[in-house]
């Protein structure tokens, strides 16, 4: 059985980015917004600052209060786009309920679109002519192609319909031409599907959904799922999990990843190759 | 057997398109741009023109000869969207050789663009918030709304990959909540597949590509194939089919569309809609 640990992957991408900047003398920028005070928010910002460090990009985040106007967020983003030293936007979701999310994402320029999340750049993805890609679900590939996994021609089953991972992993396996199944909360009988697939990609956020008689000998699994789980047997009272019963699964599976340590590392690092790409595609044309 | 006929669908979906723009009082303008001398294509815009007149939509054609330069179009493109009087713009395609068409569609205003190829307009499909939509895969919708067939918790089937049917008609599919499978010419055991499958959309372009015994009994089959075959036995020299066998199949199918008289009929009441919408949307606001 084949571990699929992501952090020698992600740390192989991170250090090509770096080689990249250095090689080319970029001065890329990420410009983070995080609205409100969301704890988990804060501390998906402060680790993507850090990723920048690390590869050479100039970062900074901008904290606006919980009680930001539609206006002032769109006025922020209007001059991220219009700043030639800013080559990538994120805006850190998710935001307060009062804040249109598909408009504030749609403000930002595709061009400095570093989560792949405007619609222009989901529609490249989706025609097959892509230049960014979705971290976390191009993590999921990136992973699935370090280890060898053959997907043309495989039954990969996809289960989770999300717009940040389930839609477009479906879509990036089917263009590596896999057989492409995806499976959600309205689909009947899902372990018969699941059962004939020889990859899972697994991200509906429910802690051991897929569970070891679900799948298949030899099936090959990719966990999205990451929750932390009360165990009052561990020290630190809680462990982390993900979507599928990773202890069972691996006694069937031939390849599988773990969480932590799997595809959550890998979302960060393809964040810092999409600033690498948004600055050589655009930089100097906005 | 339900015989599930593209016409009567069609024929209220125009008569929809002609009421509204008549009780709105809108004024739509299609401007369709023809490049070269293809034969078929020259009878597609003519019988988008045809439905324009239907719906009281105005309309012109631009035909440029086969030797245009990128330029040329494009410059063509870029009057037609800064010009108020046009609503939908849209480009025949195939265009010879020497044009890019992705770079023509995206030079087209994703506010104008009558066909929904603009990744803008597509990543908003994708996403779940569509403004127009594709309109051989809406037409394939619509058809199944029309004839009440359930899609929610089914498996759909969509056989082709293409970005104008099956990668959309999949996503539209899924957005209905059935459990989709995308199978395309990588596919291994496909009857395996379309054997499971309650509905089955079919756009390979291959002349009886599925057969009965790919199909279960009481499948739904729209098929998006139009083929014209030899057959010396009718007077006229030649038959049109489609890409499944609907003598056959329609032995064991619930319901099925003919070809022709299906889905192909429908493409087109579908661009008159997209370009209502697109009045209704952006009208005054280029």
């Known amino acids: 059985m084949l571990l699929m640990k992501g952090d020698v992957v992600a740390e192989d991408i991170l250090s090509k980015v770096k080689k990249t900047i250095e090689e080319k003398k970029l001065s890329l920028k990420l410009t983070a917004i995080l609205v409100g005070n969301d704890e988990?928010?804060?501390?998906?910002?402060?680790?993507?600052?850090?990723?920048?460090?690390?590869?050479?990009i100039a970062s900074e985040v901008i904290h606006l209060s919980e009680k930001t106007t539609e206006k002032e967020?769109?006025?922020?983003?209007?001059?991220?786009?219009?700043?030639?030293?800013?080559?990538?936007?994120?805006?850190?979701?998710?935001?307060?309920?009062?804040?249109?999310?598909?408009?504030?994402?749609?403000?930002?320029?595709?061009?400095?679109?570093?989560?792949?999340?405007?619609?222009?750049?989901?529609?490249?993805l989706f025609i097959g002519n892509p230049i960014v890609e979705p971290c976390t679900p191009k993590g999921v590939i990136k992973m699935l192609e370090y280890y060898n996994i053959e997907l043309s021609g495989k039954n990969a089953v996809v289960i989770g319909r999300s717009n940040i991972?389930?839609?477009?992993?479906?879509?990036?396996?089917?263009?590596?031409?896999?057989?492409?199944?995806?499976c959600h909360s309205k689909t009947k009988n899902i372990s018969e599907i699941t059962k004939q697939a020889d990859i899972i990609v697994i991200a509906v956020g429910k802690p051991h959904f897929?569970?070891?008689?679900?799948?298949?000998?030899?099936?090959?699994?990719?966990?999205?799922?990451?929750?932390?789980?009360?165990?009052?047997?561990?020290?630190?009272?809680?462990?982390?999990?993900?979507?599928?019963?990773?202890?069972?699964?691996?006694?069937?599976?031939?390849?599988?990843?773990?969480?932590?340590?799997?595809?959550?590392?890998?979302?960060?690092?393809?964040?810092?190759?999409?600033?690498?790409?948004?600055?050589?595609?655009?930089?100097?044309?906005n």
């Open 165 to 182: 991972v389930g839609k477009p992993a479906s879509i990036m396996l089917l263009q590596k031409n896999a057989t492409v199944t995806i």
């Open 210 to 285: 897929l569970k070891a008689d679900m799948v298949k000998n030899g099936c090959v699994v990719v966990d999205v799922g990451i929750h932390r789980i009360e165990d009052k047997t561990l020290e630190k009272g809680y462990k982390i999990i993900g979507d599928a019963d990773f202890e069972e699964i691996s006694k069937k599976a031939s390849a599988i990843t773990p969480v932590p340590g799997g595809v959550g590392i890998m979302t960060r690092a393809i964040l810092m190759q999409n600033i690498l790409t948004l600055g050589l595609t655009y930089q100097g044309k």
């Open 40 to 56: 988990a928010s804060k501390i998906y910002v402060s680790s993507k600052k850090k990723d920048c460090e690390k590869c050479g």
């Open 73 to 124: 967020l769109l006025d922020t983003i209007e001059k991220l786009n219009n700043d030639d030293s800013v080559t990538g936007i994120l805006c850190q979701l998710p935001l307060p309920p009062h804040l249109n999310e598909d408009k504030v994402i749609d403000s930002i320029s595709y061009k400095k679109d570093a989560d792949c999340f405007h619609p222009y750049n989901v529609g490249k």
